[in-house]
């Protein structure tokens, strides 16, 4: 089964920059997403098509891709942005849609 | 402005089968720009992609992707009528256990995705005697 791999945990000071990777072999070929989980709420996304924002999220979240890893990172971290992050993308026929199992950032 | 708003039992017994619905406002099940989909989250499965429905009119034709893990035990439905979508699955076990979400991913016109943008509440179930 296809896995999308991230680190576990991140801890970063406030104002430094947290960047969090996610790994999988579809990744070339199939757009990654990425989403901010808080306690007690539903994900939300932070990145879309690999490197798109939605309106309304801060401009400090950015996404980038280079072969099989894609990397969010969160420059000028807040105390707000404390929360478990997931990457989300398919398998190469795009059928099967697959998570990342989280990075929890601790500022 | 799109909501989601899930319904169904926060308790099932083993061997039998976990249903819930999801009401969409604001969009409908019907839409060629979106997909519908289960997910759900447990602390030893993280988020788990569990499936999806979605039409398209260029075929006229309802389609269903299931995760590997469940094919056999899944199914995942529209009601037009009713404008929700619905989650079965069959021969729970207490791994079965976790929050499920009902989850809306939208598409552009040429088909690229803006991710699973609108979410439900969650619901809690657990799998028990």
């Known amino acids: 089964s296809y896995e999308l791999t991230q680190p576990p945990s991140l801890s970063v000071s406030p104002g430094q920059t947290a960047t969090i990777t996610c790994s999988g072999d579809?990744?070339?070929?199939?757009?990654a997403y990425w989403y901010q989980q808080k306690p007690g709420q539903a994900p939300v996304v932070v990145i879309y098509?690999?490197?798109e924002r939605p309106s309304g999220i801060p401009e400090r979240f950015s996404g980038s891709s280079s072969g099989t890893t894609v990397t969010l990172t969160i420059t000028g971290v807040q105390a707000e942005d404390e929360a478990d992050y997931y990457c989300?993308?398919?398998?190469?026929?795009?059928?099967?849609?697959?998570f990342g199992g989280g990075t929890k950032v601790t500022v | 402005q799109v909501q989601l708003q899930q319904s169904g039992p926060g308790l099932v017994k083993p061997s039998q089968t976990l249903s819930l619905t999801c009401a969409i406002s604001g969009d409908n099940v019907s839409s060629d720009s979106a997909t519908w989909n289960w997910i759900r989250q447990s602390p030893s499965r993280g988020l788990e992609w569990l499936g999806r429905t979605y039409y398209r009119s260029r075929t006229s034709q309802w389609y269903h992707d299931y995760g590997l893990s469940l094919e056999s035990r899944i199914a995942i439905n529209p009601d037009i009528s009713e404008n929700r979508f619905s989650l079965q699955l069959n021969s729970v076990t207490p791994e079965d256990t976790a929050l499920y979400y009902c989850?809306?991913?939208?598409?552009?016109?040429?088909?690229?995705?803006?991710?699973?943008?609108?979410w439900g509440q969650g619901t809690t179930v657990t799998v028990s005697s």
């Open positions: 579809a990744l070339p070929k199939q757009f």
């Open positions: 098509k690999d490197t």
């Open positions: 989300q993308s398919a398998d190469t026929g795009g059928t099967y849609h697959f």
């Open positions: 989850a809306r991913a939208a598409y552009d016109s040429r088909g690229y995705g803006y991710g699973m943008d609108v």
